[in-house]
Structure formats: C-alpha cells, structure tokens
C-alpha cells in the first residue's frame, strides 16, 4: 500500500507542481519580458517536455487511486466522500488536459512551426486559461486527499 500512497501523492506533485510553476512563476516573466516569438517557442517547448510526464502522472495516479480503493478499502461503497470528491475532480482534471494536449497545444506547436504568431498566441491564451483553472482543481483535490477524512459529514 505504500508503494501505491507513495507513487499517487508523486504524481500528484509533478502535475500540480509543474501547472503551479508554469502558471505562478513561468508565465509572468516570459509574458513580460519575451517578445512573442519567443515566448511562443518557449511556451511549446516547455510543453512539449512537461506533457509526456503529465501522461505518466494521469496513468499513475488513476492505476494507484483504484488500487487503493479496491486492495485497501475493498471498493467504492467503502470510502468517504472526500475519495469520491478526489476522483470526480481528478477525471475533470484530466478531461481539461486531454483537450489541452489534443486540441490548443497542437494549434500552438503548428502555429510555431510555421511562424503564426497570431494563431500560437491565440492558442496560448486557450492553455493559459484552462491550466488556470486545472491547477485551481489540482489545489483542491490536493486539500481534500490531505484533509478529507478529518471532515465528518
């Protein structure tokens, strides 16, 4: 059971953590001192290294979450809320990146290779928006895994 508590919070860091990064400490700077150009290449490099380990974490983090909830507990019917709350959110979490990943950032990585700027910065301001609100998502999953179970309902 440790190894699955240990591999779920892991991934849970990497993808919030990272999304907390780009969005509160990357995205200022590079929108303020980047030209567009620039900033644009910057944005789909970064994803392009960022988003194979998000897969990673999303595979892990469902694969450990059931696994806790049927090894441990036994099944749904033997957790609380908050576990449900966790995997409502997370599968919302996931939703948003899945389009993320299929649909802007592959509008962003066109748009860079051929130099529309106009189409990438459109683009990013899709990724910036829905990473906003999925690292929002991610922040409260976290605070319900770490203080779920203390809440009586």
Request: hydrophobic share 65%; proline share 4%; glycine share 12%.
């Amino acid at each position: 059971m440790s190894i699955a508590i240990g591999l779920h919070v892991l991934s849970a860091v990497i993808w919030v953590g990272g999304m907390f990064f780009a969005y509160v400490c990357l995205r200022p700077v590079a929108a303020g001192l980047l030209e567009p150009p620039e900033r644009l290449a910057l944005w789909a490099g970064v994803f392009g290294r960022f988003f194979p380990w998000v897969w990673v974490a999303v595979v892990l983090l469902l694969a450990s979450g059931f696994w806790m909830i049927l090894a441990r507990f036994g099944g749904f019917g033997s957790v609380g809320l908050y576990v449900h709350l966790m995997l409502a959110l997370g599968i919302v979490m996931m939703l948003l990146f899945m389009h993320v990943y299929f649909a802007p950032y592959r509008r962003l990585r066109s748009a860079v290779a051929i130099q529309d700027w106009p189409t990438g910065g459109s683009a990013l301001a899709q990724i910036r928006l829905l990473v906003g609100i999925n690292t929002l998502l991610g922040i409260l999953v976290i605070m319900i895994g770490a203080g779920g179970r203390y809440v009586v309902l």
